[in-house]
């Protein structure tokens, strides 16, 4: 609690306008005045396993102005600054229904996996960071918000994923530890010793040519991988090598202490707002564009001490209680997995930037593998998409997808990213129909 | 040189030679990532123990029930690239300080702030040689040589050059991965005496080639049987076995679990961070006294009361701690219900839930660790309200409820395969105490499978030890361990022999690992890649 006090202090006092900055903003106070560069627009998102209960999220009117619920209660402040998305399916065809993967691996490749904890294709945020995410210092930022290393959904494709930061301090140390630039440095100068760092990278990248000979499909696949993350380290190399520009009005807190991470629900609560908040500083002084924050694991298994059912369990077992036609406990999880997006939400809205927030400069995905944990349902997967997108995006609309493909809201949200995609996924997952009533 | 030759003559696109005219000559059959183990054992054995080695790596996944297995499947993310950088030249930073220079570098530049060509390939062909685990092509060490030069005109520091030159060899795919080279020896392929080396130390010693067996590597000593047994002798003599054979039984055992269970406080006060890494320490120092200390039958993990405890394991198991240093032999009495590793507190709390034991979670387990036989998923519509309706007064305990559910005849299939296993250890809670009644009622840990009957945990323990599919589950994974394949998809034909060895030397270890180096296909490769697919036309 000593640091979440004095992050508190220091954090809340980061959001206050640094007068220093003003300079770099140009009259109409939207891009910055030393290069005219653009404020760059941000994508996310946010993972939540185990779904929402139907009849606590869904609201009955569809479009805009649509009846708040019980469960969206959290998010009631952004309502406006969000839409809601129901009813949208992940088709498998002729594959299994891999149980709590499925539905996750779908939404965010556009194809059902073949088999579990694999992606078929890399995953959105990377193709988004390809177009995006060039120029920040790193490609995307991966956390967990109970601490555990495999929690990332975020992954070139295959069974890697890319690792999260696991702690505050680890996501501190990331953004703003070594070869961190300070932007309000008077007498800023490139490091030598990065200079140094990424002369060593080229040496190793030379090293390709040897391993080229007679090697299979698979091993290639992945030594392609390897010197692809060779050239991102190059890059963010390069972009430590610039002066760095930002439009925010943010300070650097001092690192946080050590935490404890885990998966219960009072820990999450405590946890989750101080990664979102780094993790909207690190977005505002463009250390990346993209990020991923998993609130859980898809067969989630948060929990709240004292009662011996994680979430996940609880779906399976907790019977539906016939009077309200729903699990109550079980239904409880989903309300604080929204809690936890509104936390995010609420750090990347805490910072102005330009003409609006952080947050109206992004675009956060939130998503989850099931519809009704209970039967592993894959139709009617709830999903949100927040911020405006730098204005590419409409706001404060609830869209039924009617047992359309998930695949579209992907294909949307790489349209509303400016990537020129006009189809997306593969087999019934396969679009071209963006949902056109929330672009802009 | 060899290599480089050949690249040249592939760069240069003169692609007439086909798949029989690389076979001669060594080509890349497979990329093994180093695990955190086997990169932290091998920077210890190069640069000595006192070098650290700071940084997060990244996870593996368990395939055919082993962690080492996907090291052949996964690669480097630019997270984990990153990382790597960073501890590369954390290494390299603390190998070049004043203070441990005398001892690291093997000579002195004529200027501390100029280059010295001389010197600096001293270094660098040592070190390239004990990372790469073979030696470096010209140029490879050419590269290095002209970015220590160039690094040293930078900072007009000898030893900063050096710095940056060792860090490109630490970032190296060649040492980040174990790259396997083959060649065809008669019609078959098979890896060559570096890669030999490499797959025998890793295998023995969780790390690097040491000097005397790339010296055998390097002189041929390991394209014969005899070489090749005289070698794992010595390796197996080596007090480093037991690191090696550690890495195994913690993969083999899947005690990486531990770090990242949790257990509900309030229900379980007594767990902690020092309770899970004494449970896995447990653990481990049982698994080697019966394999390694007394080279017994191994079956024994499974019947013996003997174990080795610290203080806070004896708070939980409940038992006096009558020593005043840090483990005790402990032997469990009779009644203890006790027997062997499948009842101490790793094996139970790993496979349990945050505030309550799972038959089911125990039972998948231990029936995917110790019989290869993975429980397939259950079927996606399953109404498992019943489980725990924990108010249903007719149904009290864990076993009364998961019985009423796993009747159901969609269930009946996999829960009859699984659910026995776990059911007999109903007696121990979800951190591995004792606990004889639940819900005001005494717990019932019989268990029957393929009709026979057992109970409790020493009726499990005995019905391990006599499953003649346990060792041969065991020689099955520990051969994979030692090959990086996929336990699952390893031929009989190769096992089988294994198997059979293993029976009749008594289930010892040590005449098994003998007897997996000196299998003939331990040193198989896959043919090479056609030339097509090996020719990258992004090059």
């Given at each position: 609690m000593?640091?979440?006090?004095?992050?508190l202090?220091?954090g809340?006092?980061a959001?206050?306008?640094?007068?220093f900055?003003d300079?770099?903003?140009?009259?109409k106070?939207r891009?910055?005045?030393?290069?005219?560069?653009?404020?760059?627009?941000?994508f996310?998102?946010?993972?939540?396993?185990?779904?929402?209960t139907?009849?606590?999220?869904?609201?009955?009117a569809?479009?805009?102005?649509?009846?708040?619920?019980?469960?969206?209660?959290?998010?009631?402040?952004?309502?406006?600054?969000?839409?809601?998305?129901s009813g949208?399916?992940?088709?498998?065809?002729?594959?299994?229904?891999?149980?709590h993967?499925?539905g996750?691996?779908?939404?965010?490749?556009?194809?059902?996996?073949?088999?579990d904890?694999?992606?078929?294709?890399?995953?959105?945020?990377?193709?988004?960071a390809?177009?995006?995410?060039h120029g920040?210092?790193?490609?995307s930022i991966?956390?967990?918000c109970?601490?555990?290393?495999?929690?990332?959904y975020?992954?070139?494709g295959?069974?890697?994923?890319?690792?999260?930061?696991?702690s505050?301090?680890?996501l501190?140390s990331?953004?703003f530890?070594?070869?961190?630039?300070?932007?309000?440095k008077?007498?800023?100068?490139?490091?030598?010793?990065v200079v140094?760092q990424k002369?060593?990278?080229?040496v190793?990248?030379?090293?390709?040519?040897l391993?080229?000979?007679?090697?299979?499909?698979?091993?290639?696949?992945r030594?392609d991988?390897?010197?692809t993350s060779?050239?991102e380290?190059?890059?963010t190399?390069?972009?430590e090598?610039r002066r760095?520009?930002?439009?925010a009005?943010?300070a650097i807190?001092?690192?946080?202490?050590?935490?404890a991470?885990?998966?219960?629900?009072?820990n999450?609560?405590k946890v989750?707002p101080?990664?979102?908040?780094?993790?909207?500083?690190?977005?505002?002084?463009d250390?990346?564009?993209?990020?991923n924050?998993?609130?859980?694991e898809?067969?989630s298994?948060?929990?709240?001490?004292?009662?011996?059912?994680?979430f996940?369990?609880?779906?399976h077992?907790?019977p539906?209680?016939?009077?309200?036609?729903?699990?109550p406990i079980t239904?409880k999880?989903?309300?604080?997995?929204?809690?936890?997006?509104?936390a995010?939400?609420a750090a990347l809205?805490?910072?102005?930037?330009g003409?609006?927030?952080?947050?109206?400069?992004?675009l956060?995905?939130?998503?989850?593998?099931?519809?009704?944990?209970?039967?592993?349902?894959?139709d009617?997967?709830p999903?949100?998409?927040?911020?405006?997108?730098?204005?590419?995006?409409?706001?404060?609309?609830?869209?039924?997808?009617a047992?359309?493909?998930?695949?579209?809201?992907?294909?949307t949200?790489q349209?509303?990213?400016g990537?020129?995609?006009?189809r997306?996924?593969?087999?019934?997952?396969?679009?071209?129909k963006?949902?056109?009533e929330?672009?802009? | 040189?060899?290599r480089?030759?050949r690249t040249?003559?592939l760069?240069?696109g003169?692609?007439?030679?086909a798949?029989q005219?690389l076979?001669?000559?060594?080509?890349l059959?497979?990329?093994?990532?180093?695990t955190?183990?086997?990169?932290r054992?091998?920077?210890?054995?190069i640069?000595g123990?006192?070098i650290?080695v700071?940084?997060?790596?990244?996870p593996?996944?368990r395939?055919?029930g082993l962690?080492?297995?996907?090291?052949?499947?996964?690669?480097?993310?630019?997270?984990?690239?990153?990382?790597?950088?960073?501890?590369?030249d954390?290494i390299?930073r603390?190998?070049?300080d004043?203070?441990?220079?005398?001892?690291?570098?093997s000579?002195?530049?004529?200027?501390?702030t100029?280059?010295?060509?001389g010197c600096?390939a001293?270094?660098?062909?040592?070190?390239?040689l004990l990372?790469?685990r073979?030696?470096?092509?010209?140029?490879?060490?050419k590269?290095?040589?002209?970015?220590a030069?160039s690094?040293?005109k930078l900072?007009?520091n000898?030893?900063?050059g050096?710095r940056y030159?060792?860090?490109?060899?630490?970032s190296?795919?060649?040492?980040?991965?174990?790259?396997?080279?083959?060649?065809?020896q008669?019609?078959?392929?098979s890896?060559?005496?570096y890669?030999?080396?490499a797959?025998?130390?890793?295998?023995?010693?969780d790390?690097?080639?040491?000097q005397a067996?790339?010296?055998?590597?390097k002189s041929?000593?390991l394209?014969n049987?005899?070489g090749?047994?005289?070698?794992?002798?010595?390796?197996?003599?080596?007090p480093?076995?037991?690191?090696?054979?550690?890495?195994?039984?913690?993969d083999?055992?899947?005690l990486d679990?531990?770090?990242a269970i949790?257990?509900?406080?309030t229900?379980?006060?007594?767990?902690?961070d020092?309770?899970?890494a004494s449970a896995?320490?447990?653990?481990?120092r049982?698994a080697i006294?019966?394999?390694l200390?007394t080279?017994?039958?191994?079956?024994?993990?499974?019947t013996t009361?003997r174990?080795?405890?610290?203080?806070?394991?004896?708070?939980?198991?409940?038992?006096?701690?009558n020593?005043?240093?840090?483990w005790m032999?402990?032997?469990f009495?009779a009644q203890?219900?006790?027997?062997g590793i499948?009842?101490?507190?790793?094996?139970l709390?790993?496979?349990?839930?945050?505030?309550r034991s799972?038959?089911t979670?125990?039972?998948?387990?231990?029936m995917d660790?110790?019989?290869c036989?993975?429980?397939?998923?259950?079927p996606?519509?399953?109404?498992?309200?019943?489980?725990?309706?924990?108010n249903?007064?007719?149904?009290r305990?864990v076993?009364?409820?998961?019985?009423?559910h796993?009747?159901?005849p969609?269930?009946?299939?996999?829960?009859?395969?699984?659910d026995?296993i776990?059911?007999?250890l109903?007696?121990?809670?979800s951190?591995?105490?004792?606990?004889?009644m639940e819900?005001?009622r005494?717990?019932?840990?019989?268990?029957?499978i393929?009709?026979?009957?057992?109970?409790?945990?020493a009726?499990?323990?005995?019905?391990?030890?006599?499953?003649?599919?346990?060792p041969a589950?065991?020689a099955?994974?520990?051969?994979a361990?030692?090959?990086?394949?996929?336990?699952?998809?390893?031929?009989?034909?190769t096992?089988?022999?294994?198997v059979?060895?293993f029976g009749?030397?008594g289930y010892?270890?040590?005449p098994?690992?003998?007897?997996?180096v000196?299998?003939p296909?331990f040193?198989?490769?896959?043919?090479?890649?056609?030339?097509?697919?090996?020719?990258?036309?992004?090059?």
């Open positions: 000593r640091f979440t006090r004095r992050f202090l220091r809340g006092s959001v206050v306008a640094l007068p900055l300079c770099f903003l140009d009259s106070g891009a910055l005045a030393a290069t005219g560069q653009a404020i760059p627009t941000r996310g998102t946010f993972f939540w396993g185990c779904g929402l139907k009849t606590l999220y869904l609201p009955k569809t479009g805009p102005n649509y009846d708040d619920t019980p469960q969206l209660a959290s998010l009631k402040p952004y309502k406006n600054k969000l839409n809601l998305l949208f399916r992940a088709y498998v065809d002729d594959k299994p229904n891999i149980q993967w499925t996750n691996a779908a939404i965010t490749t556009g194809i059902a996996p073949a088999n904890t694999q992606f078929d294709a890399r995953t959105i945020d990377q193709t988004i390809e177009t995006i995410g920040a210092r790193f490609r991966e956390v967990s109970s601490g555990n290393k495999r929690e990332s975020s992954s070139l295959g069974s890697n994923i890319n690792p999260p930061e696991t505050p301090l680890s501190y990331k953004l530890g070594a070869g961190f630039q300070d932007p309000s008077g007498d800023w100068k490139p490091d030598p010793d140094l002369s060593v990278l080229s190793v990248a030379d090293d390709r040519k391993l080229e000979m007679g090697v299979g499909a698979a091993d290639r696949a030594l991988q390897y010197f060779v050239r380290l190059e890059q190399l390069d972009a090598l760095p520009q930002i439009a009005h943010v807190p001092d690192a946080p202490d050590e935490m991470m885990n998966k219960s629900v009072p999450l609560r989750t101080v990664l979102a908040k780094l993790l909207a500083i690190g977005l505002a002084t250390q990346t564009r993209v990020f924050m998993a609130f859980s898809p067969a298994t948060i929990y709240v001490p004292g009662d011996s059912r994680p996940h369990q609880s779906t077992e907790e539906v209680d016939e009077a309200v036609g729903y699990q239904s999880f989903s309300t604080y997995s929204m809690e936890g997006f509104a995010l939400l809205d805490g910072i102005p930037e003409d609006g927030t952080l947050l109206d400069h992004s956060v995905f939130a998503y989850t593998d099931t519809s009704n944990a209970k039967l592993h349902a894959v009617g997967i999903m949100l998409l927040a911020g405006s997108a730098s204005g590419r995006m409409k706001t404060g609309i609830h869209y039924a997808g047992g359309t493909t998930v695949a579209r809201v992907g294909l949200v349209q509303a990213l990537l020129p995609v006009d997306w996924g593969a087999e019934s997952n396969l679009t071209n963006p949902i056109s929330i672009l802009a | 040189m060899r480089g030759l040249l003559i760069l240069s003169l692609c007439v030679a798949t005219a076979a001669a000559e060594p080509y059959a497979g990329l093994r990532r180093l955190e183990s086997q990169y054992n091998s920077i210890a054995d640069f123990p006192g650290a700071q940084g997060k790596f990244e593996d996944r395939i055919g962690l080492a297995s996907s090291g052949t499947t996964l690669s480097i993310t630019p997270a984990g690239m990153e990382a790597y950088a960073k501890m590369a954390g390299a603390q190998v070049v004043e203070k441990n220079r005398s001892r690291l570098i000579c002195t530049p004529k200027s501390a100029a280059a010295d060509r600096a001293q270094v660098l062909e040592r070190y390239g990372l790469f073979r030696p470096l092509t010209q140029g490879e060490l590269a290095r040589l002209d970015a030069d690094a040293t900072s007009n000898f030893y900063t050096l030159s060792l860090t490109t060899l630490l190296a795919p060649d040492f980040l991965f174990r790259v396997e080279m083959a060649a065809s008669g019609k078959a392929y890896l060559d005496g890669s030999r080396a797959r025998l130390s890793y295998l023995l010693w790390s690097t080639p040491d067996l790339l010296e055998a590597a041929g000593g394209e049987e005899a090749v047994t005289r070698e794992a002798a010595r390796l197996m003599a080596s480093r076995l037991e690191t090696g054979m550690r890495a195994f039984f913690s083999f055992l899947q679990t531990l770090g949790t257990k509900d406080p229900i379980y006060p007594k767990y902690s020092e309770i899970a896995r320490e447990e653990t481990l049982t006294a019966m394999t200390k080279d017994g039958d191994f079956r024994e993990m499974f009361r174990s080795v405890i610290n203080r806070p394991l004896a708070w939980v198991y409940d038992v006096p701690y020593l005043n240093g840090e032999d402990y032997e009495p203890s219900g006790r027997s499948v009842t101490q507190a790793a094996m709390s790993m496979f349990s839930h945050p505030g799972s038959p979670k125990r039972g998948v387990a231990l660790i110790f019989l036989e993975p429980t397939p998923a259950p996606a519509n399953v109404d498992f309200s019943i489980v725990n309706d924990t249903n007064p007719n149904l305990t076993r009364e409820r998961l019985m009423a796993a009747t159901t969609s269930c009946a299939s996999c829960h009859t395969h699984s026995p776990g059911l007999s109903e007696e121990f809670d951190i591995g105490e004792r606990r004889l819900g005001g005494k717990v019932d840990a019989s268990a029957t393929g009709g026979k009957q057992f109970s409790g945990g009726g499990l323990g005995q019905y391990l030890h006599d499953n003649p599919r346990v589950c065991f099955r994974k520990l051969y361990y030692g090959v990086g394949a996929n336990s699952e998809e390893l031929e009989k034909g096992v089988q022999p294994l059979d060895g009749a030397q010892r270890v040590q098994l690992l003998r007897a997996i000196a299998s296909q040193f198989a490769a896959r043919p090479p890649a056609p030339l097509k697919t090996a020719m990258n036309p992004r090059g």
